[in-house]
């Protein structure tokens, strides 16, 4: 028996003076959509001359409680003061490295249609830390072009392109039908995080980033809570 608790002791003993690795903790989703609209507030509030801001000031312009503010801060290791709250400058720093708005990261944008050529068309993407480099379709009268500033080529030059710029991440603003192939076009170049406008759910393979923000989808739950909202008066 004492020889069985000393060996157990050696073992926990050689256990313990392993590295240890620290688990990288996941924020949650719904946390990290919620995120810029605090940043976006608190900018607010410093043009407005104040330098702190509480989860309390901050529930009251958003309509989101208190305490899932504080829960959500939480995330971004930053500590507020008692009865003073959050610093804003130190607020605003940490909330924009925390959520990659600082470093700028290329893309290139596939298909120059309405929504494709409104986004090449907002420079205010790279305040958020997205510089869309290059643009690409099949239209004749497009190839070769420039919109605000952004060339556009044809989609064939894609993997030459790709060698040029080194860009990681794909906006996919193309039609429905081909979304799938685009996609899969992309993949194959080397991009790794796609982020889809599309309404179609594209399949990619499990290392590659998806975002899928569909103007559609949005207006479908619009509209179907203004006609509930019409149908309870």
């Known amino acids: 028996m004492y020889f069985c608790l000393t060996q157990l002791d050696k073992e926990k003993k050689t256990m313990n003076n392993q590295p240890q690795h620290k688990e990288v903790l996941r924020v949650p989703e719904p946390t990290l959509r919620r995120l810029p609209w605090y940043l ?7 043009q407005k001359g104040e330098r702190y801001v509480s989860s309390t000031q901050i529930s009251k312009e958003i309509n989101i409680d208190a305490s899932q ?8 290791n930053i500590t507020g003061r008692t009865r003073v709250g959050y610093e804003i400058d130190t607020l605003i720093t940490v909330l924009e490295n925390f959520l990659g708005f600082t470093n700028l990261h290329k893309a290139f944008l596939f298909g120059v249609g309405s ?46 392109k790709m060698k040029e710029y080194q860009v990681n991440i794909g906006v996919l603003t193309v039609p429905i039908g081909i979304a799938q192939q685009i996609t899969d076009y992309m993949i194959e170049g080397g991009i790794k995080a796609v982020w889809n406008f599309t309404p179609f759910r594209i399949r990619v393979p ?17 509209f179907n809570r203004l006609n509930s909202n019409e149908n309870k008066q």
């Open 40 to 46: 976006s507030n608190i900018i607010l509030l410093k």
């Open 69 to 76: 503010i504080a829960k959500d801060l939480s995330y971004v």
């Open 115 to 160: 929504l494709g050529a409104a986004l090449l068309g907002d420079s205010g993407l790279k305040h958020f830390g997205l510089e869309i480099v290059a643009a690409f379709d099949v239209k004749p009268n497009l190839v070769g072009t420039t919109l605000n500033g952004i060339p556009i080529f044809h989609s064939d030059d894609f993997i030459n």
């Open 206 to 222: 499990e290392h590659i980033v998806v975002q899928n923000t569909s103007l559609y989808a949005h207006l479908a739950v619009m």
